[in-house]
């Protein structure tokens, strides 16, 4: 039997490997390797992909963050408001520039952010809240930005498994103050390497954050205003990541074809919550992740996992635990049980095959191992 894999890069490159050949020949043989040209037609392209005046390249998604958090000047003493259901990255950057990340617990639906617990915790030392569009799946963003902006707090949206998705009609990373994007391979526009953006709307937000990433170097060459890092994008990668984007839409479109026949072949299934997309959102499926609930049954969804790892089909799970009960934020204080929807989610969360590469057989494949699997 064949084996199906949780993703595929390759099937995806040999689709635009002649494409992506000039573009990379073009560039070797230009000498120009880090910034320039290239690297600014690509910014251009992207704000204007993602509806935004402004885009900053940068070398991946978790300095995309990092660069906004220091741009809208948060550090010590300063609390950021995120979600304990995410990649590390997106807390971790809070800790990185001195402020304390404050966890909110999720909605049991969409896995993200769960809006009506927002206010409880706003203090006076809330600087900004990090929103993540998690597999995709927009955040409710009308809400968030109108709690946002009763309590002047910024918004950064975490981006990174959502480029191309939409809320109400805009692109997310163009709805908060600040957008922030990865290009890490896996995500739905992936680099041949890590990448990474920033957007705004703001140009005071996105000079700071070019210079930010450039060493906090003035436009005065070797003049420096601040201190920086280097974050730079590869022009090798902006040229790869230009074709690429000229794809995204189509291969965003398969996802949710993928999704849609997921959604009609896992329907009947007892115990299996499948994914909705939110009502006045449009998703890009970074993951499709179902829950496998059996009431009292802690092991269950590893079982299911090993049962289908056994019949060649891989699936992942993202995320196993949630970061308030991170060893690394163990001194925040967060006890077992604080924020339950979350912790359930970590037990119960199975991301099946999704890329746009799937075949239908492949699908078909993942679904009938998954009714052999549900006992
Ligand atoms: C991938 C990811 C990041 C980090 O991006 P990198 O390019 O890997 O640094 C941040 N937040 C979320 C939600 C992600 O999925």
Same mark, same amino acid.
């Given at each position: #039997? ?58 991946? !998604? ?8 220091? *741009? ?16 590390? *990255? ?21 896995? +993200?952010?769960?809006? *009506?617990?927002?206010?409880?915790? &706003? ?14 799946? @927009?955040?409710? #963003?009308?809400?968030? #930005? ?38 890490? @391979?896996?995500?739905?526009? =992936?680099?041949? =390497? ?14 700071? &954050? ?6 906090? #170097? ?9 201190? =920086?890092? +280097? ?18 839409? /189509? ?16 329907? @009947?299934?007892?115990?299996?919550? &499948?994914?909705?997309?939110?009502? !006045? ?15 009292? +049954? ?10 289908? /790892? ?10 196993? %635990? @949630? ?17 339950? &929807? ?7 969360? %199975? ?25």
């Amino acid at each position: #039997m064949n084996k199906v894999p949780p993703f595929n890069l390759t099937r995806q490159y040999q689709t635009i490997a002649e494409e992506i050949s000039a573009a990379v020949q073009d560039v070797l043989t230009s000498g120009c390797y880090i910034g320039g040209s290239l690297v600014e037609r690509f910014e251009q392209q992207f704000a204007q992909y993602t509806g935004v005046s402004d885009s900053v390249a940068c070398n991946s !998604g978790t300095d995309a963050l990092y660069l906004a958090l220091r *741009a809208l000047q948060i550090g010590p003493g300063d609390e950021v408001i995120t979600t304990p259901f995410t990649f590390i *990255a997106t807390a971790e950057v809070i800790s990185v520039i001195g402020a304390k990340p404050v966890f909110v617990d999720i909605d049991a639906k969409t896995f +993200n952010l769960d809006i *009506a617990k927002l206010e409880a915790a &706003i203090t006076k030392q809330t600087k900004a809240i990090i929103p993540v569009h998690l597999f995709g799946q @927009p955040v409710d #963003m009308t809400t968030l #930005m109108a709690i946002a902006s009763e309590h002047k707090i910024a918004v950064i949206e975490d981006s990174a498994q959502a480029v191309g998705a939409e809320w109400a009609g805009q692109k997310v990373g163009s709805i908060g103050h600040i957008g922030c994007f990865s290009f890490y @391979p896996t995500k739905n526009l =992936g680099a041949c =390497g890590d990448g990474g953006a920033v957007t705004t709307n703001d140009p005071v937000l996105a000079s700071r &954050i070019r210079m930010l990433r450039e060493h906090g #170097m003035s436009r005065v060459r070797y003049r420096h205003e601040e201190t =920086g890092i +280097n974050s730079r994008l590869d022009a090798l990668q902006a040229a790869i990541l230009e074709i690429k984007l000229r794809y995204l839409d /189509q291969w965003n479109n398969a996802r949710s074809e993928i999704a849609a026949k997921y959604q009609e072949l896992l329907q @009947p299934l007892p115990g299996v919550v &499948i994914p909705q997309e939110a009502s !006045g959102g449009r998703a890009v499926w970074n993951q499709y992740t179902i829950r496998l609930t059996k009431d009292g +049954n802690d092991g269950y969804r590893d079982k299911v996992r090993d049962q289908l /790892q056994q019949l060649g089909i891989s699936s992942t799970v993202y995320y196993p %635990l @949630p970061l308030h009960l991170q060893p690394v934020y163990q001194d925040l204080g967060y006890q077992v049980g604080q924020l339950p &929807i979350a912790e359930q989610a970590c037990h119960e969360v %199975l991301s099946l095959p999704m890329f746009p590469e799937l075949s239908f057989e492949e699908q078909q494949q993942v679904v009938y191992g998954l009714k052999d699997c549900i006992s």
